[in-house]
């Protein structure tokens, strides 16, 4: 198992940007593949971007490609979403996720999450 815990998260006008974080303890963070999601009110768990476990490979949504920025620093335990040019549609509470295999765009394949972090975009 892996521990997470996001932060960064806060209230934005439109067209701004937020860094989140996601901070891993446990065992090995290298050997986990990681993905953030988003639940906006009223609507399912939607993905947003994922990192394989060597850094060197993204999956974005298409509502975020362009805009957001996944990474990951293996020797630090952590995972970042850049967020840019944000707009009232991506408020929602962001969670980072961890799966201890490839990457997946299923909110139900992974077995490890955090508690989540509310972003809040004004118009």
């Known amino acids: 198992q892996v521990q997470l815990v996001e932060s960064g998260g806060g209230l934005v006008q439109a067209g701004g940007s937020l860094r989140l974080s996601c901070a891993a303890s446990?065992?090995?963070?290298?050997?986990?593949?990681m993905a953030w999601f988003r639940q906006a009110p009223g609507k399912e768990r939607e993905f947003v971007a994922t990192i394989n476990r060597s850094g060197d490979s993204r999956i974005y949504a298409d509502s975020v490609k362009g805009r957001f920025t996944i990474s990951r620093d293996n020797a630090k335990r952590t995972v970042v979403l850049q967020m840019n040019s944000l707009k009232p549609e991506d408020t929602a509470v962001y969670s980072c996720?961890?799966?201890?295999?490839?990457?997946?765009?299923?909110?139900?394949?992974?077995?490890?999450w955090g508690q989540g972090t509310q972003v809040t975009v004004s118009s």
């Open positions: 446990g065992r090995t963070f290298s050997s986990y593949a």
């Open positions: 996720a961890a799966r201890s295999v490839d990457v997946s765009r299923r909110p139900t394949d992974y077995a490890n």
